[in-house]
């Protein structure tokens, strides 16, 4: 009577890419083309990076050249440059919050005359 189960020395392994015998798989090492970075993911990652950098620059620049007493907004109808008043601040900043839909934290006395 003969034997006929294969032993493991016998059964010849079977390559990890599934390529037929006597045959390479396409790359050395599976993972070799999985290391590799995207060159225009590489490109739009370092466009991020360079934008960020002029963001903060741009932010020092301005903090640095602006002094304390600097007001940040002046008034364009006056002849020369004086800071935008108070009050002509509080009208624009509701003029545009309402026109946005977007509510006062503080009450202002038309709200208040309105409820």
């Known amino acids: 009577m ?15 890419s599934g390529a037929p015998h006597g045959r390479r798989a396409a790359s050395a090492s599976p993972g070799a083309d999985a290391d590799r970075i995207d060159p225009r993911r590489l490109a739009a990652f370092l466009a991020m990076v360079f934008g960020m950098f002029m963001a903060i620059l741009d932010i020092q620049i301005v903090s640095a050249s602006s002094g304390p007493g600097d007001p940040a907004f002046f008034d364009r109808n006056a002849d020369t440059p004086q800071p935008f008043p108070d009050e002509m601040m509080r009208a624009e900043t509701l003029k545009a919050m309402t026109k946005t839909d977007i509510a006062p934290l503080t009450p202002t006395p038309a709200g208040i005359i309105a409820v």
């Open 2 to 16: 003969t034997d006929t189960t294969a032993t493991l020395d016998t059964v010849p392994p079977v390559p990890p």
